[in-house]
């Protein structure tokens, strides 16, 4: 076993603390100790930080990455002052449907590598943009190949051609079949011009039969029932929480279902941000992740998102950083990632600045000096 220790470190964030005048040690590809400097244990080999600052990869917990196709036209027409509406979605379908299995998977890596150059060392990737059971099923196969945060989400919308109630029944069915050996999720866009309630609750629970575990795209454009299903059903998060009720907010708070905050989205669409201050002070779980996906939010920075979370969700920097390290973990249910503490898996991100505040005090600044994934320096 080879111990390597990370010195010279200016601040540390574990995800649970912060450290001046840090050091890491590494055993093969995990956290074996972390601390002052001075008290740091022998090792093998020397890396030095120079000062700066450290903190754990990314953890991104929704990217819609298996796709083709292009929404320039959309996202111009929107900045011009077209509304956004669910039904976009479908222009990425009729694409991703008509691409070739290479042509996906090498459009999929290359978004993991940009986000992988940018700090992101955990990511889940959706399906969504086949709709039928084979494209469902490719996409999944896919993304497998990439991560092991994989998502069934067969329920982003109803094709154009088909009728809603067959089709709720292909995604509970045959397409569930099909897909839930290449998933370890199962999400629905409760929303409408998408799911309803009734339909987002029977489509988890047919999913969970398979073994698949839940979350849900929830209350992003309106208020409605997601956030509370996913709640009802335990769901390991409800993503977006752009428009809660009171009772939305205390039943995050209640329950161990994080919130997924997507600041991308409303960026790219000009919509209003969640309130993350308010979800905080109601005590519930925050998240942040892109929903890197390329209607509505083509965007595969972590640190961006941290930046739009302070500017504009009234988060402090320790607040944003934190929901994009443990809080993607937690939407996850991971503890082996988006912290730095003995055990963890040795995924760290070493900042070329004193501080993660400069992520927002800096916005669109490239401020990943390296990479460190399962312990090994990306080069």
Known sequence: ?????????????????????????IEDDRVAWAGPAGQAPEADERHDAGGRCVIPGFVDSHAHLVFAGDRTAEFNARMSGQRYSAGGIRTTVAATRGAGDAELATRAQALVREMLRQGTTTVEIKSGYGLTVEDERRSLEIATGLTDETTYLGAHVVPADADKEEYVRLVTGEMLEACAPYAKWVDAFCEQGAFDGDETREILTKGMKAGLLPRVHANQLTEGPGVRIAVELGAASADHCTHLSDADVDALASSQTVATLLPGAEFSTRSPYPDARRLIDAGATVAIATDCNPGSSFTSSMAFCVA????????????????????????????????????????????????????????????????????????
């Open 1 to 25: 076993m080879t111990a390597t220790v990370i010195d010279g470190i200016g601040l540390l964030f574990t995800g649970h603390e912060e450290i001046q005048d840090a050091a890491l040690v």
């Open 308 to 379: 739009l979370a302070v500017r504009e969700m009234r988060m402090t920097p320790l607040e944003a950083v934190t929901a994009a390290t443990v809080g993607g973990a937690r939407a996850l249910r991971r503890t082996d990632v988006g912290s730095l503490v003995p055990g963890a898996r040795a995924d760290l991100v070493v900042l070329d600045a004193p501080s993660y505040v400069h992520l927002a005090y800096r916005p669109g600044v490239p401020l990943v000096h390296q990479v460190f994934q399962a312990g090994l320096l990306l080069e």
